[in-house]
């Protein structure tokens, strides 16, 4: 576990204010579920290869940013996305084909969807501990449930906050905060847990939750680049603490957020 803010520190003591922390909030995409790696099996379903991935991650990344800001409906996100990554590699395809071929994909990517190894265990020892959950997620609401459903967690969280419920995503304030007044609790005794450091850890801590940046790939964390940059993830709402899986979230709740009534969990952890 580490500080994004100062990695060669890993109990950097300007992060280690203790408090009661009484629920987790989680993102849903490449935090709980592996969905990266269940949309990189439907390429493959879909063109034979996945040697364009890093292609589709970009032409990704552009147009569900366009979704999430309303500018597209998901619907339509997915078909023009197609569009756009065939149209990369010089084919031109229409509105009608553009949504066969996402149909095809998208239903390789469902039967695909699976969660890490590491999160049932997690799961189930935050919920032993007598922690609330919720799942805080940036994406259409029934897409969610169903995927949700899907892997066998529709009946984990106490709250499911979804953007296209409520017409509010991450990193906006509002919508962490709804996940607290869904859960009956204020916003410094919740701790949010995400694969994005802006959108998630550091969205979270403007908010006044406790970020917290799942750093699977352990990248190293982008620094501040000055007041005026217009890369999110690079402006530094102040320091969270960073894991690279669910199995150090328990730890961290126990020694760095200082949870005292989970004194006595320790030996209990996944």
């Not at 203790?18 to 099996?41: G, M, N």
């Not at 409520?166 to 995400?194: N, Y």
């Not at 899986?245 to 730890?251: A, D, H, I, S, T």
């Amino acid at each position: 576990m580490t500080s994004a803010a100062d990695e060669s520190n890993p109990r950097n003591p300007a992060q280690i204010n203790p408090a009661q922390i009484k629920a987790v909030c989680l993102d849903i995409d490449d935090t709980l579920l592996d969905s990266r790696s269940a949309a990189r099996s439907s390429l493959r379903e879909l063109l034979g290869t996945d040697r364009a991935w890093p292609v589709w991650q970009r032409t990704t990344d552009r147009y569900y940013g366009r979704f999430v800001t309303g500018q597209l409906t998901f619907d339509d996100m997915c078909v023009e996305r197609t569009r756009a990554f065939f149209a990369a590699f010089g084919e031109r395809i229409d509105h009608d084909e553009a949504r066969r071929r996402e149909t095809r994909r998208m239903a390789a990517m469902q039967r695909a969807w699976g969660l890490f190894d590491d999160v049932v265990d997690t799961l189930d020892w935050m919920r032993a501990t007598g922690l609330k959950l919720a799942a805080v997620t940036n994406a259409p609401g029934a897409y969610q449930r169903k995927k949700l459903a899907a892997v066998g967690l529709a009946d984990a969280f106490d709250a499911v906050v979804i953007s296209g419920e409520i017409g509010i995503a991450k990193p906006d304030p509002r919508i962490f905060h709804t996940a607290c007044e869904r859960l009956g609790l204020q916003p410094s005794e919740v701790a949010h847990v995400g694969d994005r450091l802006s959108t998630d850890a550091r969205g979270a801590t403007r908010a006044g939750l406790r970020g917290i940046w799942l750093n699977r790939d352990q990248i190293p964390a982008p620094r501040t680049r000055g007041a005026d940059t217009h890369d999110a993830d690079t402006h530094d709402a102040g320091e969270v603490a960073t894991i690279a899986g669910l199995r150090e979230l328990p730890e961290l709740l126990v020694t760095e957020i200082a949870a005292p009534h989970f004194a006595d969990l320790v030996g209990q952890a996944p």
